[in-house]
């Protein structure tokens, strides 16, 4: 009895595998002024994605990619075939500025488009293109004291709204 238990359990899960192949992606995007790492999933059917991003940027007054940036995007796949994808996304995430004269942590919300070649027979390998439209806005303060003057100026720090990227996914 354990043995057969054993045997149904093991082919249940190579069936599953075979079901999850190609569910699962990790991604490497660059744009004008960041570099992402992101992880999506498929969710509830072929078409939906849910995506979890990581990354570097360089939005604020230094030039160094050395903002961080993370958070979440939502797509459906509106239309695919074997070697293409063209989807859409909506996305939330938070931007940090880092530089030595203010701390703007930012909410960003986003909506975009995104075109998908798979390369290979497989199709394991593919390439994206994104552009979009993203709003983060936030104040901040920046304040100066010395023995004879306090000064004290509020800014605003702006995320770029229009995006473009490109990438290179991998499917497992």
């Known amino acids: 009895m354990t043995k057969s238990l054993f045997v149904l359990v093991f082919l249940l899960s190579l069936a599953g595998g075979v079901k999850a192949q190609n569910n699962n992606q990790l991604s490497l995007q660059f744009s004008f002024n960041q570099v992402e790492l992101a992880y999506q999933h498929k969710l509830l059917s072929p078409k939906v994605w849910v995506e979890a991003f990581v990354g570097k940027g360089n939005q604020d007054i230094n030039n160094s990619l050395d903002d961080f940036l993370g958070g979440v995007r939502i797509g459906y796949d509106a239309f695919s075939n074997k070697k293409n994808t063209l989807g859409i996304s909506t996305s ?5 500025p880092h530089n030595d004269y203010y701390t703007a942590t930012t909410p960003v919300i ?4 995104r ?4 390369i290979g ?3 394991k390998h593919c390439l994206f293109v994104n552009a979009g439209f993203q709003y983060g806005e936030r104040n901040y303060k920046q304040q100066y004291s010395s023995e004879i003057v306090n000064l004290a100026t509020i800014g605003t720090f702006k995320i770029a709204p229009l995006y473009s990227s490109i990438g290179y996914g991998f499917r497992f």
Do not use: D, N, P
Request: hydrophobic share 40%; glycine share 24%; no cysteine.
């Open 92 to 96: 939330f995430g938070i931007y940090v």
């Open 121 to 123: 027979k497989s199709g």
């Open 115 to 118: 075109y998908t070649r798979f």
């Open 110 to 113: 986003g909506a975009g488009i």
